[in-house]
Every structure is written in structure tokens, then in C-alpha cells.
């Protein structure tokens, strides 16, 4: 499944001009990632709920899967911010990402299932680690390995969510490093 990607959705906000401002103090430090999706997850918090954080382009969703705007990607790649419209029912595949990632609940409430990767060395299968829902204003923060989740709209309007990630979304088209098509086991 893609994603329909909206590059530069238009104007930043001055809430969101702000937020990056504050994400590339963080990113500029060149800590670990675990400590970098921290303590970018901790600049993310406060913005969350804000009507002055998106333009109402930057909230459009897409009937048929849920939309990606590319709101900013920092000139030297180091990090992007994305917002994703999610309408009712929509979710993504099973995936990993390509670098540390924060996610931020804006509006609405996202459900999200993890997944740990087993293999005995012939096959591998997934086993459900982790349901979590999270409302608005709800920060996730992560690092590769072990970020293989699923993410849906778990409420019956819009959800939206901005989403940090240490790559350079923009140029790569997605954050998803791979989607597992493996079957998925008993929860542990």
C-alpha cells in the first residue's frame, strides 16, 4: 500500500516553523537515535492539539488511503516532518522504518499494533507484542530494530498525526523500510 504524498503542502504555519526550529536543535546534537526520537517526542507534545500547528490543506485526507504531507525536510537530510490524514478505517501495512521515528496523535485517535520478527532460521513468522491506542496528544517514540507495527484510524472521524523521522522523507517517498507480508502469530 502507498501512500499519496503531498510534498511541501504548502506554507508552514508559525507554530510549525517553531517546531522544526526546536526538532533541529535536538537533531544538530547528533546524539543516539533513542535518545534523539526522545527528546524530539518531548518538542513534539506541546504542538499537539494546537489549531495553529497545520493549514486546512495540511489536514486534507484522501478517500482512498491515508495522505502523507511532507511538510518539511531539513536541506542537509538529517530529518522530515510529515502529517498523515487518516479518514475512518484506514491503516497502513505491517512495515519497519528506515530510521528513528516520533508520532505524535494531533486529532482523532490512531491504534497501534506491534510486532516482534521470529525465526528459527527456515521460516519467520510475527508475533503480536503490543496493542496500544493512543488519543490526541499522545507521543510514540522509536528507533530500528524492532519497530515493526501496523497503525489504523481507530476513531469514526479524522485522525491525524505528525510524524518525525531522521531521514529525508521528501527525497525517499516514504519513512517504510519494508512491509511483512509474514504470517502473524499468537500475541506474547
Not at 500547528?53 to 538529517?78: F, K, N
Request: charged residues 20%; negative net charge.
Amino acid at each position: 500500500m502507498t501512500t499519496s504524498a503531498t510534498v511541501g503542502s504548502g506554507r508552514l504555519t508559525e507554530r510549525m516553523t517553531a517546531l522544526v526550529g526546536e526538532i533541529r536543535a535536538v537533531v544538530d546534537r547528533g546524539l543516539p537515535p533513542e535518545l534523539t526520537a526522545y527528546l524530539v517526542g518531548e518538542r513534539l507534545a506541546p504542538h499537539l492539539g494546537d489549531s495553529e500547528l497545520l493549514t486546512a490543506e495540511q489536514r486534507e485526507g484522501d478517500p482512498d488511503r491515508y495522505r502523507q504531507h511532507v511538510l518539511h525536510a531539513e536541506e542537509d537530510g538529517s530529518f522530515s516532518v510529515v502529517a498523515l490524514v487518516w479518514l475512518p478505517g484506514q491503516r497502513t501495512p505491517i512495515h519497519d522504518h528506515v530510521s528513528w521515528c516520533v508520532a505524535g496523535v494531533h486529532q482523532g485517535q490512531e491504534s497501534e499494533t506491534r510486532y516482534r520478527l521470529v525465526s528459527d532460521g527456515r521460516t519467520a513468522h510475527l508475533v503480536e507484542t503490543e496493542h496500544v491506542v493512543g488519543p490526541a496528544g499522545t507521543v510514540a517514540a522509536f528507533a530500528p530494530p524492532g519497530d515493526i507495527h501496523l497503525v489504523r484510524n481507530a476513531c469514526g472521524s479524522t485522525a491525524i498525526s505528525v510524524h518525525v523521522y531522521g531521514a529525508d522523507v521528501a527525497k525517499l517517498g516514504t519513512s517504510i523500510r519494508r512491509v511483512y507480508r509474514l504470517p502473524a502469530g499468537e500475541q506474547r
